[in-house]
């Protein structure tokens, strides 16, 4: 595009001073300087998409990491409430056969303190030790059947996630 009228060239005009202010905005530090002015280059479309692919992959695999971490927290918290809640039943089926088991003892004691012979003193602890042998029997076949049954109710979920979490990896 050319010019066809003849005009006096006109004086450039005087550069204004930019100031600290108007520098830091535009993130410039040396703005006067061409050796640090930074090109204005045109980032290619393929370069573009791959970039915007990479964000979107990361984005992605971040939530899935993200889902992955609150379903860990999950399974554990609710793992501690069994387990929390197993240990405390079995407890309480521990503090219960102590219990039965002393109250058997003290009745004994008194029992056979109160025996008149030596015959009679032999056969109530024939008896109470028979009773005691089934009462432990019995009181020891529970507490095998409790924990059993707290061991399978701890791993069941952690089973299920891992089970989970294989499928999900063949999947992908």
């Known amino acids: 595009m050319t010019d066809t009228t003849t005009t006096a060239p006109a004086k450039p005009a005087p550069k204004a001073r930019t ?49 992955a971490a609150e379903d860990a927290t999950d399974l554990m918290e609710d793992t501690f409430e069994t387990s929390r809640q197993g240990v405390v039943e079995f407890n309480h089926k521990a503090v219960d056969a102590a219990k039965a088991n002393a109250d058997a003892t003290f009745t004994f004691v008194k029992d056979i303190m109160s025996a008149k012979s030596l015959a009679e003193a032999i056969e109530l602890q024939s008896t109470f030790a028979r009773q005691q042998f089934d009462a432990l029997s019995a009181q020891s076949k529970e507490m095998h059947e409790l924990a059993t049954k707290l061991g399978t109710d701890v791993s069941a979920p952690v089973k299920e996630a891992f089970e989970k979490s294989f499928k999900d990896i063949k999947v992908n």
């Open 19 to 67: 100031t600290k202010a108007k520098t830091a905005a535009a993130g410039v530090a040396f703005p006067d300087f061409e050796a640090f002015a930074m090109p204005k280059m045109e980032v290619p479309a393929m370069f573009r998409e791959a970039t915007e692919k990479g964000i979107e992959n990361a984005r992605e695999a971040y939530a899935k990491v993200k889902n």
